[in-house]
């Protein structure tokens, strides 16, 4: 039998009986999760998969018995486990979502594709990118998805500029910038460039559709040992620039995007709940005449206005997207390769940052 039908998620356990549980799922198709990692972000993941008409959890793991203590409370009928092989290799599971400090998700990731099953995992997708080149090997060997949880693609905002991107509304694209400010939540094991920076540098790569060719970034450590204030600029094809300043040490919390394209500029705030992203008809035009002093500028501004967003949880979609894919048999746009360029970006910042600021190229 080949890998291919091997990995065929309705092909590869027909001991797997699909109880009647869910009748309206059409399609009789149910993806069975097993999570590792119920710490801050792990819940959110949990609640989501459960009660997706395409994807159920059996079982949590979690090695802090106080984190499954809260699983058990919260949902009886899922079972719990402090031993992730006990997940990994469950004959019942066909997907696992990684939930875990970076750090961890190359190993876990790697055994749960050896034991033929699909990875959902957290940003960073892992902490190097020799890691993230394996895994995304491995996966297409056993014909296995990977998805990488960059959340903010599924969200109402960068759904929608990215439909003002690629229908033409906004134009060429000039730049991405962005300030991703707040006090903590200090991690032990990443900078804040690895914690923070993965947000935008996903949202780039979805709207850019492009990748950098060079990284100048510098940032500075003052608490713990690893930076906790940075900013990273990013060289694009077609002279797009982008620009991030991601900081642990900040007294207020902002999160506000700029966009600026030929004929429209976007200024997206995440934080506020109307009117998350306004799109400006405002824009520069220069004509030049026969000499340098020649030059005519003129100022385009117009009307202001804030799209209708979808208003369904991030999570919610992605993970719905996640296992109709593999019951599709489909790659998901934010697979492995797509967390491999998040992180390729990532190292090339961290080194810039060690020679305090040289342009790092791609
Ligand atoms: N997509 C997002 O917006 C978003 C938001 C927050 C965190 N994250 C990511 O989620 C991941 C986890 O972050 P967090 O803030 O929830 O961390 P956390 O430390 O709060 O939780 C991690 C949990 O994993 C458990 N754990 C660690 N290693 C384990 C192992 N080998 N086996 C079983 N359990 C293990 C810990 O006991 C802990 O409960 C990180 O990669 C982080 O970047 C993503």
New binding site residues.
């Given amino acids: 039998m080949s890998d291919l039908m091997v990995n065929q998620p309705s092909l590869l356990k027909p001991q797997i009986h699909i109880p009647p549980l869910f009748p309206q799922d059409s399609r009789g198709d149910m993806i069975r999760f097993g999570v ?7 819940p959110n993941i949990v609640r989501n998969l459960h009660g997706q008409k395409n994807a159920q959890v059996l079982t949590v ?4 018995p106080s ?1 499954l203590a809260r699983v058990r409370k919260a949902y009886p009928g899922i079972q719990t486990s ?1 031993e ?1 092989l006990e997940i990994l290799r469950s004959t019942e599971i066909d997907a696992v979502a990684i ?4 750090w ?2 190359y190993e ?1 990731a790697k055994m749960a594709l050896e034991n033929g099953k699909h990875v959902f995992v ?3 997708f892992t902490s190097s990118s020799a890691q993230a080149e394996e895994l995304v090997e491995l996966a297409a060997r056993k014909n296995l998805s990977i998805m990488v ?4 693609l599924f969200t109402g905002a960068v759904r929608k500029i990215r439909e003002l991107t690629d229908s033409g509304v906004l134009g060429d694209l000039y730049y991405y910038d962005s300030l991703r400010v707040n006090l903590g ?1 200090f991690q032990h094991d ?1 900078s804040v460039i690895w ?1 923070l920076a993965p ?1 935008d540098l996903s949202i780039m790569d979805h709207l850019i559709k492009a990748e950098p060719e060079a990284i100048v970034a510098t940032g500075e450590k003052h608490l713990n040992g690893v930076e906790d204030v940075a900013y990273m600029t990013l060289y694009f094809p077609r002279n797009v620039i982008a620009h991030i300043n991601v900081n642990w040490l900040s007294p207020v919390k902002i999160r506000t995007t700029l966009i600026g394209g030929q004929k429209k500029m976007v200024v997206w705030n995440d934080l506020v709940s109307d009117e998350k992203v306004r799109v400006y008809d405002k824009g520069v035009q220069i004509t030049s005449g026969e000499g340098i002093r020649d030059l005519l500028v003129s100022y385009r501004s117009g009307d202001m206005w804030a799209p209708q967003l979808e208003q369904v949880e991030a999570l919610h979609v992605e993970l719905e997207y996640f296992a109709d894919c593999i019951i599709a048999n489909k790659v998901p746009f934010n697979d492995g390769q797509a967390g491999l360029r998040v992180v390729r970006m990532l190292e090339a910042a961290e080194e810039s940052i060690r020679k305090k600021g040289e342009l790092v190229r791609l």
Wanted: overall charge negative.
């Fill in positions: 590792i990692g119920y710490g801050y972000w792990g793991c979690d090695n802090s984190a402090s992730p939930i875990t400090p970076v961890t998700h876990l957290e940003k960073p949880d960059h959340t903010f939540l990443v914690d947000h």
